[in-house]
């Protein structure tokens, strides 16, 4: 079964940093678009990241400079590493699969709050 | 980078049927969107990939009462005969080397 499990979130102090991770069943990481997209308490979502099967990456100009998006072929996990992490970027975030986005995870939760 | 425009809510009786709209920015309008669809406490599901053309294709296990269509700019998700449970949150994507969704439409089933 194709399954994406999400897994870190937290609370956490603003300032901090927090590493998400996405483990993958059923198909290979490294041979897929992987993206991360969040969700702030009752808002819409927003993409925040993605990597390509190449290796490319990108980021939302909200996130890029603090967040890295990284994958461990060896696990079949994607990452997503935040730093300086504010009270604004408290949310949900899923992970998901391809473009578009046709296979989702079911999110974790990250409160940045002191 | 391309804007998505959705308006926030829509309305239609049990059992009739409603069009949402997602509305791509000037110099978009040949691109491809995506429709989700997210239940209340739930994560998003995907439902459809859908071209500029109007030729779309569904996600596994997404009812007949589903489809879309397109008009220039303009990409469509029509929900027939309307159940309880598409009582929904439902956003469009797309993306060039980033990816972008619209603010999403609250569907209220009458």
């Known amino acids: 079964e194709v399954q994406l499990v999400e897994s870190g979130g937290g609370l956490i102090q603003p300032g901090g940093s927090l590493r998400l991770s996405c483990a993958a069943s059923?198909?290979?990481?490294?041979?897929?678009?992987m993206s991360w997209v969040r969700q702030a308490p009752g808002k819409g979502l927003e993409w925040v990241s993605v990597?390509?099967?190449?290796?490319?990456?990108y980021y939302a100009d909200s996130v890029k400079g603090r967040f890295t998006i990284s994958r461990d072929n060896s696990k079949n996990t994607l990452y997503l590493q935040m730093n300086s992490l504010r009270a604004e970027d408290t949310a949900v975030y899923y992970c998901?699969?391809?473009?578009?986005?046709?296979?989702w995870g079911q999110g974790t939760l990250v409160t940045v709050s002191s | 980078q391309p804007v998505l425009t959705q308006s926030s809510s829509a309305s239609a009786s049990l059992g009739s049927s409603v069009k949402l709209t997602c509305t791509l920015s000037?110099?978009?309008?040949?691109?491809?969107i995506a429709w989700h669809q997210q239940q209340p406490g739930k994560a998003p599901r995907y439902l459809m990939k859908?071209?500029?053309?109007?030729?779309?294709n569904k996600g596994s296990g997404v009812p007949d009462r589903f489809s879309g269509s397109s008009s220039g700019a303009d990409r469509y998700l029509t929900i027939s005969n309307l159940q309880s449970e598409d009582e929904a949150d439902y956003y469009c994507?797309?993306?060039?080397?980033?990816?972008?969704f619209g603010t999403g439409t609250k569907v209220t089933v009458l």
């Open positions: 859908l071209e500029g053309s109007g030729s779309y």
């Open positions: 990597i390509y099967s190449g290796g490319s990456t």
């Open positions: 059923g198909f290979t990481v490294s041979s897929n678009y």
């Open positions: 994507e797309t993306w060039d080397s980033k990816g972008v």
């Open positions: 998901a699969r391809d473009r578009p986005a046709l296979i």
């Open positions: 000037s110099g978009h309008s040949s691109y491809i």
